[in-house]
């Protein structure tokens, strides 16, 4: 209909649900056409949630250099937008965070864990500290330091038992891996 943007726009949930379609080719081939407008145009909001998406995407393939560079051109998008991007920077922190970690680099994994949960606390986002809690968790638990992670799923079923049945869930299946990890089979 003449709607470059609202074209362009479409294509960033398109990219959401490529890997459960089979059509993830298509849609990083749309992404980039998109990325043409939203660039041209000048719609740098869009451009995050294109970058973002796009790299969620790369994640899901295994291609974990690309996601990583697409993460930083979303938060540096975030980054110019002032006020408006400030939501997005926690979440992204925590999106680069999980890619370091799929990576095997669990000192960046940490370090933007750690900013992305600073961002979230003052924020209140009581899911969002608790998924963190528990990836630095995982961390921790890949490291040998079982007590460690313990105490942060213990800190994180807290914040999610009355928020989200299936966080809560999660959370105490990490405890056990804990618990059996520590020889404690009884707990």
């Known amino acids: 209909a003449g709607d470059e943007v609202g074209w362009a726009r479409t294509r960033i949930g398109r990219l959401y649900l490529s890997p459960?379609?089979?059509?993830?080719?298509?849609a990083l081939v749309d992404a980039e056409l998109a990325r043409a407008i939203f660039t041209r145009l000048v719609e740098r909001d869009?451009?995050?949630?294109?970058?973002w998406q796009t790299a969620l995407v790369y994640n899901y393939l295994g291609n974990q250099r690309r996601a990583l560079e697409l993460?930083?051109?979303?938060?540096?998008?975030a980054e110019t937008l002032g006020e408006a991007g400030r939501p997005y920077i926690?979440?992204?922190?925590?999106?680069?965070?999980?890619?370091?970690?799929?990576l095997g680099d669990f000192h960046q994994a940490l370090v933007y864990y750690e900013r992305a949960r600073e961002l979230v606390i003052a924020r209140n986002e009581t899911l969002i500290i608790?998924?963190?809690d528990a990836s630095i968790a995982e961390i921790a638990h890949a490291q040998g330091h079982y007590r460690r992670a313990?105490?942060?799923?213990?800190?994180?079923?807290?914040?999610?038992?009355?928020?989200?049945?299936?966080?809560?869930?999660?959370?105490?299946?990490?405890?056990?891996?804990?618990?059996?990890?520590?020889n404690r089979h009884a707990e």
Do not use: W
């Not at 993460?71 to 998008?77: N, Q």
């Not at 926690?90 to 370091?100: H, S």
């Open 20 to 26: 459960q379609l089979d059509c993830v080719s298509t």
């Open 150 to 182: 313990l105490a942060l799923l213990h800190s994180a079923l807290q914040r999610v038992t009355d928020e989200s049945p299936f966080d809560m869930a999660m959370t105490k299946y990490h405890m056990v891996e804990c618990y059996l990890s520590l």
């Open 71 to 77: 993460f930083g051109s979303a938060l540096a998008t």
């Open 90 to 102: 926690g979440p992204l922190y925590e999106n680069i965070g999980l890619t370091y970690n799929a």
């Open 46 to 51: 869009k451009l995050l949630r294109l970058d």
């Open 130 to 132: 608790a998924r963190i």
